[in-house]
């Protein structure tokens, strides 16, 4: 048995306990510190500074502007596709979950109004187990409807957080397949437009040549096409749906002009999402004006009615509409809004632009032209979206909308996340003479 020390050396033997004990404290706090930022950061983002009274990403926007974090993965973020301002500060967002069926869920933001900043938003789950939720409209009735793979329903914006009374509107949609996810717009009339979209890329087997016709457009119920309902009656049905167009590969960007004296049911806008070609500049996505009956080329035409691969000399383009504009090549429009009256967007055509190459991960918009249709250079609305390690990922914008006070607000699936557009703080103002005493 050792002897007992003298207090001297007791104390000493305690002090260097206490020392280790506090460097470990120390060591720990340190190493919290370093990995807080990196739990904090929505996949990829390291926040610099404040934006309003959130945190500030390093995203390019227009002079006087700065791209807000309002939530991420810490929020439970899993995949958001779209976002809408059901209510006054009420946001219902449309996340996917993944590319499983039954793991999408329909969320509500709301934004806090107190506490200290960088804030974030709030998110509730109003319902879980969709399947691959993507499309999300305000009817006509004041419901918000919902597109799943399968099916499209609706419910009315009941009270903050509570659960969606669901009301089917249609259902047995093709949810199989290369492109199962809607898209909704409303239209004049009481018209709902619905994606539906191809079951492959370019109608193809293995390596064998591209099948003609291609059995995705046959039929009385064709694929890669933008179906047509009519809703109306006492209770609001479905009088009647059918396809509106065709030969549109996988339209998850559409938009309806406001309607004329020339265009009564209103103009209907998709953003094409072309060919995967493995050439970074080429098939060019297309904006297509969509008219009843018409056909738009998907697959066997791309661009300016040019052939696609494998079609060459085997189907006349010349019968098939030609787009209203081109855009760059795999630029993968995933959606688009009128910008509203009175915001800083009024008269303009706002994209989503996920795509992976140079033209693409970035929010733009066209202003509208005299003939009312967009046209022009695109406006960088959210760009330098490129990645760039340790600041930011690759931007993967799928979702936007304006809200009633004015803000353009972004989701994006991939890095999870939902960002908004703000003005910038305004530096103080330092004086250039000392003041006189």
Not at 312 to 336: F, I, Q, S, V
Not at 374 to 381: E, H, Q, R, S, V
Not at 396 to 411: S, Y
Request: charged share 20%.
């Amino acid at each position: 048995m050792s002897p007992r020390p003298a207090a001297p050396e007791r104390a000493r033997t305690a002090g260097e306990a206490d020392g280790a004990r506090i460097r470990g404290l120390l060591r720990a706090a340190a190493l919290a510190a370093l990995l807080l930022p990196a739990l904090a950061a929505a996949r990829g983002y390291m926040p610099d500074g404040r934006c309003g009274d959130f945190a500030r990403l390093p995203i390019t926007s227009p002079a006087g502007t700065c791209v807000a974090l309002l939530a991420d993965e810490a929020e439970g973020l899993r995949a958001p596709r779209r976002i809408l301002e059901v209510a006054p500060g009420r946001y219902w967002i449309a996340d996917m979950g993944s590319w499983e069926p039954r793991r999408g869920r329909l969320l509500e933001m709301t934004l806090p109004t107190d506490g200290a900043a960088p804030r974030r938003a709030r998110i509730a789950v109003l319902a879980s187990g969709l399947d691959r939720p993507s499309g999300l409209a305000l009817g006509p009735d004041g419901k918000a409807y919902v597109g799943e793979a399968g099916t499209v329903w609706r419910t009315p914006v009941g009270a903050p957080g509570a659960a969606p009374q669901r009301e089917t509107v249609l259902d047995q949609l093709p949810d199989d397949g290369t492109h199962p996810l809607k898209e909704l717009a409303f239209g004049p009339g009481n018209r709902l437009y619905v994606n539906v979209g191809s079951s492959t890329d370019d109608c193809r087997t293995g390596k064998d040549a591209p099948a003609l016709p291609c059995p995705d457009g046959e039929g009385a119920k064709p694929r890669g096409a933008v179906y047509e309902a009519q809703l109306g009656g006492p209770q609001f049905t479905v009088q009647r749906f059918a396809p509106f167009a065709t030969g549109l590969r996988n339209s998850m960007a559409l938009a309806v002009l406001p309607a004329t004296a020339n265009a009564k049911e209103g103009r209907l806008l998709q953003g094409e999402n072309s060919i995967d070609y493995r050439e970074p500049q080429s098939p060019p996505e297309e904006l297509n004006l969509l008219q009843r009956g018409r056909h738009y080329g998907w697959p066997y035409c791309v661009g300016k009615r040019q052939a696609a691969q494998g079609y060459e000399g085997r189907y006349d383009c010349g019968k098939t509409e030609a787009p209203l504009a081109l855009w760059p090549a795999h630029a993968a429009p995933l959606k688009m809004i009128l910008g509203p009256a009175d915001t800083p967007f009024a008269g303009q055509l706002l994209v989503a632009w996920r795509g992976p190459q140079a033209s693409g991960h970035r929010v733009v918009g066209f202003r509208l032209g005299k003939d009312g249709l967009p046209a022009g250079k695109p406006i960088d609305w959210l760009s330098g979206w490129h990645a760039q390690e340790g600041v930011r990922p690759m931007g993967r914008p799928t979702g936007l909308t304006v809200d009633g006070a004015g803000r353009l607000l972004v989701v994006e699936d991939f890095n999870r996340t939902v960002l908004m557009l703000l003005p910038a703080p305004t530096p103080a103002t330092i004086p250039t003479t000392p003041p006189k005493k």
